[in-house]
């Protein structure tokens, strides 16, 4: 069983900061991709960014591309979202996913088989 515990949200004034924390415990696996989606109401789940196991690759969505940094503690099995620049469209709950295959399209979240539970970030003025 494995499971995905996202912490690190929050209240934050438009143009500050926020870093995400996503710990993953459970099954280990030979190869997988972890990444952050994102969920506002009314709207489809959107990726937000992703990290391959090594961490030497990375995806962004095209909203978050410059402003909002993956990264991985291989050691402590922890995935990170840096978010800097804080936008109020930015305002969702923000999950994070694993996936055990790495072919596939990397921002489809039906491609991914473990989620957290979410955290809820929200931008305000």
């Known amino acids: 069983q494995v499971q995905l515990v996202e912490s690190g949200g929050g209240l934050v004034q438009a143009g500050g900061s926020l870093r995400l924390s996503c710990a993953a415990s459970g099954r280990t696996f030979s190869t997988y991709i972890m990444a952050w989606f994102r969920q506002a109401p009314g709207k489809e789940r959107e990726f937000v960014a992703g990290i391959s196991k090594s961490g030497d690759i990375t995806w962004y969505g095209d909203s978050v591309k410059g402003r909002f940094t993956i990264s991985r503690d291989k050691a402590e099995n922890r995935v990170y979202l840096q978010m800097n620049s804080l936008k109020l469209e930015d305002t969702a709950v923000y999950y994070c996913?694993?996936?055990?295959?790495?072919?596939?399209?990397?921002?489809?979240?039906?491609?991914?088989?473990?989620w957290g539970q979410g955290t809820q970030v929200t931008v305000s003025l």
């Open positions: 996913a694993l996936r055990e295959d790495s072919g596939g399209a990397i921002n489809a979240p039906a491609g991914y088989d473990y």
